[in-house]
């Protein structure tokens, strides 16, 4: 199995202040997919962001990007003029493609946006 | 709107009872998926399956079994349930090909209580 490691189990910004939330990972694969899943306390889980493993180019979402460092299987999230809608926890996820389909999720952080 | 819906939100059982948990898609997607939530352990893999009646163990699909009989319907059975078995039980589904342009749709998950 994959390995997805959070290393930040809880984090803490201000309002309309910048926030990134950290995710490590260990694949042999050279074609992958990753992603920023957001559970807020409604429970249901809501896609973030996704990045494939082929693009140099980090991906954006509005306030959402990413820091897709492939050499160093680092995939971190930056949230800019962070919202108290944006508290929730934050799953980083490890896809490899194909019929497979299999997730792997990280420990997720847990965001906390103070007004 | 798709969705994916999970029959209980909050269940508790007694210890020793056969417990089900249901989960029906609307989206035609052959893919789904059992996964339980813990803190700081993140989202597990039970089972998952890629087609009717075709099912496939997860991480820890110890003290679970699966049942697909049609293509909306992924069933959860704790055989015997025990408190260990205290957890959040998120369900998931996705289509087939390149499954990862689309990620997973989730459920609201079913918070289940062993006493």
């Known amino acids: 199995a994959q390995t997805v490691t959070q290393s930040q189990p809880e984090m803490s910004v201000q309002e309309a202040e910048t926030v990134t939330l950290s995710c490590t990972y260990d694949?042999?694969?050279?074609?992958?997919?990753l992603f920023w899943y957001k559970q807020p306390p409604s429970r249901q889980m809501i896609l973030v962001i996704r990045q494939e493993a082929y693009k140099q180019q980090n991906a954006t979402e509005n306030r959402f990007s990413v820091n897709f460092q492939k050499a160093a299987k680092s995939f971190s999230l930056k949230i800019s003029d962070s919202q108290l809608g944006d508290a929730a926890m934050y799953f980083c996820a490890y896809n490899g493609g194909g019929t497979g389909n299999q997730f792997y999720f990280g420990t997720g952080t847990s965001l906390t946006v103070i007004p | 709107d798709v969705k994916v819906t999970q029959s209980s939100r909050y269940l508790v059982k007694r210890t020793g009872e056969k417990v089900f948990l249901e989960c029906v898609q609307d989206?035609?997607?052959?893919?789904m998926f059992w996964y339980r939530q813990d803190p700081g352990l993140g989202l597990r893999l039970i089972y998952f399956?890629?087609?009717?009646?075709?099912?496939e163990k997860g991480d820890i699909p110890e003290g679970y079994s699966v049942s697909r009989e049609k293509k909306e319907r992924f069933s959860l059975i704790l055989e015997s349930a025990s408190t260990n078995q205290t957890s959040m039980y998120l369900c998931?589904?996705?289509?087939?090909?390149?499954?990862?342009?689309?990620?997973?749709?989730f459920g609201s998950g079913t918070r289940l209580t062993v006493v």
């Open positions: 998931a589904s996705s289509p087939p090909r390149d499954p990862t342009n689309y990620g997973y749709t």
């Open positions: 694949t042999s694969e050279s074609d992958y997919y």
């Open positions: 399956s890629y087609d009717v009646k075709m099912k």
């Open positions: 989206m035609d997607h052959e893919n």
